[in-house]
């Protein structure tokens, strides 16, 4: 790189002081200066390129002005740039930087990356999950500010920005009650995406609680939970089965769109239609719930709204805690949900 001026060069070639023109290009406008003699410290900083030094300044004022995020493998999922474009608006916003690294999946490497982004005299870090899980982030965070995206990390001291699903579950049967469906609802998906972590999915059983207590509120009940992997042929082979099996539902809540997507052609395959024969619910909105045919209801992530409120607790002044926020999933309503068939 180009040697850029320095201070010192700027105020040897505007015939001032380095003080002088310190206070010009910090834009100080309290100080006894003449007009002549700041647009010499302007003209000359130009001509010379001449840029702050942030290391020194961050020295000063105990800021770099920088934010590390940490994630094991959310960068490379379809759903990073939402979370990242999220959390670099924000940053933006407040005229910080996002410096963003990955352990990919190896927990071994957490510390090491932690570790960087402190030398580098960050002024916070976030550590992020890919999914919404426990985590046990490394302990050189301890004490420093933290925040928790996508994840939480019970016993720590840090917030948490996770998506509501909770709320996300009782959407799910507000719609289909909104549409008459009081009987024959099935969950397909569940609770533990299997193979089931130790602990299950948060998603999944925060959904299922949900949705089990908005449908029992209404007068209604699920006729069962279908546990199975979370992609479009565990949807379809479950799907297929329930109807062998004898079993006719009104509606289904599935746990992702790639398990509508599966159980789409089971129906199909079956001589069901979507709506008319069997209503569809589903979560996240990727991008071809809106391909489907018909068009999928779904209760979307807020994956940019999750990287924009993680960069904004960690800025606001004042102390952080361990308070878990959840940010709203937000209901996309299409032509896959309708009133019950005379059958269903």
Do not use: K
Request: with cysteine; proline share 7%.
């Amino acid at each position: 790189m180009p040697r850029r001026g320095t201070m010192a060069d700027v105020a040897r070639s505007a015939g001032v002081s380095p003080t002088t023109a310190s206070f010009v290009l910090a834009g100080r406008t309290d100080m006894r200066i003449s007009d002549a003699a700041r647009q010499r410290v302007l003209e000359a900083a130009r001509a010379l390129a001449y840029r702050p030094n942030v290391t020194a300044r961050s020295l000063r004022t105990r800021s770099s002005r920088t934010i590390g995020l940490v994630s094991d493998t959310i960068t490379t999922t379809p759903y990073a740039g939402e979370v990242i474009r999220g959390a670099l608006e924000a940053a933006r916003a407040r005229d910080h930087l996002l410096f963003i690294t990955e352990t990919g999946g190896d927990p071994a490497a957490g510390s090491g990356l932690v570790n960087a982004l402190l030398d580098r005299q960050v002024d916070a870090v976030i550590y992020a999950a890919m999914f919404t899980r426990h985590v046990d982030p490394p302990p050189e965070l301890d004490g420093g500010r933290v925040v928790l995206l996508n994840c939480l990390a019970p016993g720590r001291n840090a917030p948490s920005v996770v998506p509501d699903e909770i709320e996300a579950g009782r959407t799910a049967a507000r719609v289909l009650l909104g549409a008459g469906h009081t009987r024959g609802i099935w969950s397909i998906g569940g609770r533990h995406a299997l193979p089931a972590t130790p602990d299950g999915w948060f998603a999944g059983n925060e959904r299922i609680r949900g949705l089990d207590e908005a449908l029992r509120a209404g007068g209604a009940a699920l006729d069962g939970v279908v546990e199975c992997a979370w992609e479009a042929a565990d949807g379809y082979r479950e799907v297929r089965a329930l109807l062998a099996g004898g079993r006719r539902p009104g509606a289904l809540v599935c746990a992702t769109d790639r398990v509508s997507f599966g159980a789409y052609q089971a129906l199909a395959e079956a001589g069901l239609r979507v709506p008319d024969d069997v209503s569809v619910v589903s979560f996240d909105d990727q991008d071809f719930a809106s391909w489907l045919r018909p068009p999928l209801t779904t209760i979307a992530l807020p994956h940019s709204e999750l990287g924009r409120v993680a960069v904004e607790l960690i800025l606001d002044p004042g102390p952080l805690d361990a308070t878990v926020h959840r940010v709203p999933m937000p209901l996309r309503v299409r032509d896959s949900v309708g009133p019950p068939h005379e059958n269903g």
